[in-house]
Structures are given as C-alpha cells and as structure tokens.
C-alpha cells in the first residue's frame, strides 16, 4: 500500500469510529488483509444511511442517492470519478469483483426511507433490515467467498436480527428528533405514537418491543445454524450477532423501555466477550 492509500484507509477508519463505532469495532476484528476494505464499505454505507437525515426534501435526497448509483454503475463502465471514497470503493470492486447488484439494494433501501414516517407489518420492517444490515453483510461475504449457499442465508438471518435491535435501540431519537416510528403498526397503533412524547413507555410499548427482540431472537438461532455451515476462514464475520445478542440483553435489562437503554453499563462486557470470541476461531 502506497502512502496514499494508508492514509486514506485511515481516514475511513477514522470516520467510521466516530459515526459507527460498532462496525469500527467489527473491521478491527476482520483479518489484516481485509480490514481496509471493509472500511471502505462501511464508508459507504455510512455516506447512503445519513442522506435521509441530512436533506430537507425528499427529491434532495433522490438526487444523491441517484449520484451514488450512476457512480457506482460508471466505475463497472470504467469511468471513476476523481472523490476520495468513489475511487477506493472502485479498487475494491475490481479487487474482489463484486457484482454491481450487490450494491443496488442497499441504495433502493435508504431511497424508501426518504418517504416512509411508519412501518406497516413487522415482516416490512425486516425486509428493509434484510437490504441494508443484511446487505452490507453480503457485500463483505462476497469480498471473501463466492460460494452464496449458506453465506447469503446468514448475510439474511444475521442482517434482519441486527436491524430490528437497532431499530430499537434509536427509537427514543428518531420518535423525538425525526417524528418516525419505527415500531410496526401491526405491533403498535399510531393511536399511541403521540404519548410516546413525554419518554415514558407504557405496557403497549413494551409488549411491541419484546415481540420484536423475540422475533430478533429468532433470527439469530437461525443465523448459528447457517453459521455451522461456514468456513472457518468467514467465521469472523459472525461476530456481529454476539453484539446483537449483548443489546438484546440490555433491552431485557431495561424491561423493554427503549427509553431507558443503559448500553454504557453493558460496554465493557460486551467487547470483552467479543474479544474472547474472537480468539477462539
């Protein structure tokens, strides 16, 4: 790697540890030979995930979302253009080879988000954690396997479990700082959405999160059977459900009041255990 590009490797990292520190976490854990790489995804993801909270307009955040896309379409043509992130996502791509619609659900995705305010059914709200979470975990696969068999049912299982905690876990902001509800109807009327204002949750709150972390908590026995099916050289990859399980305890801890996550209590446990598992692949 030139000095150039170790720089600017480190500034992904970088932007990454502010803005999404579990994932910094998880590229540490990846092996040396892929842990740049991986930055360069999560850069990406992290460039598509916050158009939604930084336009004013919807059709302003069509207009990115369709930049990242021609873009993207343009380094498979050939034409890359001269921005810091477009060109190291491109010496991935050609690195690995990943297939263009590896990356266009992910795009579809954060261009839902720019209109809905509410979910519908649980099942919608998983099938949106499968195209982003579940995605992007398919993305990093496919920079280490091109064997989709059991790799894509984990990237699946492994994805939806992690956005429904997380979906969670962000309720208490988005409720007050973007008036959306990330809770499904089918779980939780909109009667109710107003009275969440004062930050207390009542037993119609709590039942529609403990059936989400219950739903989560099936995806993950789902994902350990696909996991069992995984190379040892991919085991690393599975290190993100340890941390979804570490937040789903913190939810029960909390008696499923999203209000009252206390996550920091939980830190230093939750790396350590991550950590140790690490160790043992």
Not at 16 to 28: E, F, K, N, S, T
Not at 102 to 117: C, D, K, T, V
Request: a negative charge.
């Amino acid at each position: 790697m030139t000095s150039e590009e170790t720089l600017q490797a480190f500034s992904f990292s970088e932007q990454i540890q502010r803005h999404d520190a579990d994932r910094y976490l998880l590229g540490l854990f990846a092996p040396q030979h892929l842990r740049d790489d991986f930055f360069v995804l999560f850069a990406l993801n992290y460039e598509l995930a916050k158009v939604r909270d930084t336009v004013s307009e919807p059709q302003l955040g069509e207009m990115r979302l369709l930049w990242w896309q021609e873009t993207i379409a343009n380094i498979y043509a050939g034409t890359v253009y001269h921005h810091h992130l477009v060109e190291a996502l491109s010496q991935v791509i050609n690195k690995h080879q990943l297939p263009l619609d590896l990356f266009l659900p992910l795009i579809g995705a954060r261009r839902e988000e720019l209109y809905f305010q509410t979910i519908s059914t649980l099942s919608d709200l998983e099938a949106h954690a499968d195209k982003t979470a579940g995605q992007l975990l398919r993305l990093q696969l496919a920079c280490m396997t091109t064997d989709k068999t059991d790799s894509d049912a984990f990237a699946q299982q492994s994805g939806m479990a992690w956005g429904l905690t997380g979906y969670i876990r962000s309720f208490s902001y988005y409720h007050f700082m973007e008036n959306r509800l990330y809770i499904p109807q089918d779980l939780l009327s909109l009667d109710h959405h107003e009275q969440y204002r004062s930050g207390r949750a009542d037993d119609h709150l709590r039942h529609a999160v403990e059936e989400m972390v219950c739903r989560a908590d099936k995806h993950l026995s789902k994902a350990q059977d696909c996991r069992s099916n995984l190379p040892k050289s991919l085991r690393h990859i599975t290190l993100i459900n340890e941390l979804t399980k570490s937040y789903l305890k913190t939810i029960r801890k909390a008696q499923f009041d999203p209000f009252h996550l206390n996550e920091d209590r939980d830190a230093v446990f939750r790396y350590c255990r991550l950590f140790l598992r690490r160790m043992l692949f």
